[in-house]
């Protein structure tokens, strides 16, 4: 089993930054692809970032390059998204995923755990 425990969410104003991490616990952490995804009220859960195993591999949904930065620390079984330049239209609940698979760039659909999440809120 894997545990995914998300923390960094909370309250920002228009322009400003956040810094999401994610700790993993139950499995070696470096295997597996990791991901975060944000579902808004009302919509459905959507991709935003993703990352390889081994860290190489990063993929970002078109809305947010530029300004999420999604990054690893095996040794110490963290992902994080360092999230500038925020938006209103980035409030949502923010999930970390991982994909027992390694898929180098995979989809909410191909992720096999899921963490609780954690609410990102951006006032304009």
């Known amino acids: 089993q ?3 425990v998300e923390s960094g969410g909370g309250l920002v104003q228009a322009g400003g930054s956040l810094r999401l ?3 993993a616990f139950g499995r070696t952490f470096g295997s597996y692809a990791m ?6 009220p009302g919509k459905e859960c959507d991709f935003v970032a993703t990352i390889s195993g081994g860290g190489r591999t990063t993929d970002y949904e078109d809305s947010v390059k530029g ?3 999604i990054s690893r620390d095996n040794a110490k079984n963290t992902v994080s998204l360092q ?8 409030t949502a ?7 027992i698979h390694n898929r180098l760039k995979p989809r ?3 992720m096999d755990y899921w963490g609780k999440g954690t609410l990102v ?3 304009s």
Not at 83 to 90: A, Q, R, V
């Open 2 to 4: 894997v545990q995914l």
């Open 108 to 110: 909410a659909y191909d």
């Open 35 to 40: 991901g975060w995804f944000r579902q808004a």
């Open 21 to 23: 991490s994610c700790a």
């Open 83 to 90: 999230m500038n330049s925020l938006k209103p239209e980035d």
């Open 121 to 123: 809120t951006v006032s």
């Open 67 to 69: 300004r999420f930065t």
């Open 93 to 99: 609940v923010y999930y970390c995923a991982l994909d």
